[in-house]
């Protein structure tokens, strides 16, 4: 009897010059240890964002990037573009 | 006579041992057999060599595991791994260039057969170092980050390197431009491709609730790559193939507006009066609406 497992790790974190975060998680799944397939499932955090549920990696990489000063830098940028709509 | 060999030259002087060509060529039968030969050994503290027209052809090191190609013109190899080197043409001043090596080293333009550990990987380096490698599963793939492939393009002013290409999924949802907010959803699909710095992600989402804590316009955020930075310059759209079940708005049809360096695209569209594009409001979703989209912006990378 085989046995089929789901393997995800989180295998790329990305910072941008914004602060931005992005993130790419791969999911695997083996049999019997042995790869089938993979696939990548991708999501992006700007400074200040949630970190509610991310990996430990995440938080610790955002925690020391997103200073007061990133957030205010990238709140400033958003609220700069919006008033010019 | 077939299947005898006939030696007519035997040498040994200056540890050479030389067999004449002349005598396997008339075996009779036209092909030359030395039998089976289980040892050639070249003796303790030699290299070994095969001549051609009386020059070195091939040497094998004392090292006894690097093999040289080609004659002797004062070139260096390392002697640390095992390799197949090539001898430059006629300069002493050079190197030799190893062809293909056990492991990298720090300077020299190579394959190399990677360890077991890393599933037998075909390492190409370059200088010293590792640029592109062939992977288990027989994928080429670069190594590090910023490689790719250059086109010489003829429409150009400058050659672009085409450096990433991925697919995967992402997972959107509905949220504020100004407060995030949560909801409930029946599914949440997307799917995105990059070429490039050009992303197109593809999207399929069903909400079951109303979006509540959120304010401002309303978006949809979850894109899998950050939008490039280069504000005020057009960075992307996209088109909302289908909708149902918003409330508060009646739109001909719905589009996608993206701000710079952000991960959200917001809902616009226009109303057949205004002269100007119309935002939809994060509460103009209730426990049914359904959009199906595609959006494509340029990443930051």
């Given amino acids: ?85 | 006579m077939a299947g005898i060999l006939i030696v007519d030259q035997i040498q040994n002087s200056s540890n050479t041992l030389l067999i004449n060509s002349g005598a396997l060529a008339a075996n009779t039968v036209g092909t030359t057999q030395l039998g089976s030969i289980t040892n050639i050994n070249s003796g303790f503290g030699n290299a070994m060599t095969l001549q051609a027209n009386g020059t070195t052809a091939i040497t094998v090191d004392t090292n006894q595991r690097t093999i040289v190609a080609g004659a002797t013109n004062g070139g260096s190899y390392d002697s640390t791994s095992s390799g197949i080197y090539f001898q430059k043409q006629t300069s002493s001043a050079e190197v030799n260039v190893p062809f293909i090596r056990s492991e990298g080293d720090s300077t020299t333009t190579h394959l190399a057969l990677g360890p077991s550990s890393t599933s037998g990987q075909l390492r190409f380096y370059q200088n010293g170092s590792q640029r592109w490698y062939i992977n288990g599963s027989g994928n080429l793939t670069a190594y590090g980050s910023g490689l790719g492939i250059t086109f010489n393009n003829a429409s150009a002013l400058t050659n672009s390197i085409l450096n990433d290409y991925e697919t995967g999924t992402w997972t959107p949802r509905f949220d504020g431009s100004g407060t995030s907010g949560s909801a409930s959803y029946s599914f949440q699909s997307g799917f995105y491709t990059k070429i490039g710095n050009m992303v197109y992600a593809s999207y399929d989402i069903a909400a079951s609730s109303t979006l509540s804590g959120a304010t401002g316009q309303l978006c949809i955020r979850g894109l899998p790559f950050t939008v490039a930075s280069n504000t005020y310059d057009p960075v992307g759209g996209g088109n909302v193939g289908y909708f149902n079940s918003f409330t508060g708005v009646t739109p001909y049809t719905i589009t996608h507006y993206l701000d710079a360096s952000g991960n959200y695209a917001y809902f616009v569209y226009g109303n057949g009066s205004a002269s100007t594009v119309q935002y939809m409001a994060v509460n103009n979703v209730t426990t049914n609406s359904r959009v199906i989209g595609v959006i494509f912006y340029r990443a930051a990378f």
């Fill in chain 1, 1 to 85: 009897m085989s046995t089929l497992a789901k393997v995800s790790i989180i295998d790329k974190i990305e910072v941008l010059e914004m602060g931005h975060i992005q993130v790419r998680q791969r999911n695997a799944v083996t049999e019997d240890g042995v790869e089938l397939s993979a696939s990548y499932h991708r999501w992006s955090l700007s400074p200040g964002d949630d970190l509610t549920g991310q990996d430990p990696k995440v938080v610790a990489i955002a925690n020391a990037t997103w200073t007061s000063e990133v957030i205010s830098a990238y709140q400033a940028m958003v609220a700069a573009q919006q008033s010019q709509r």
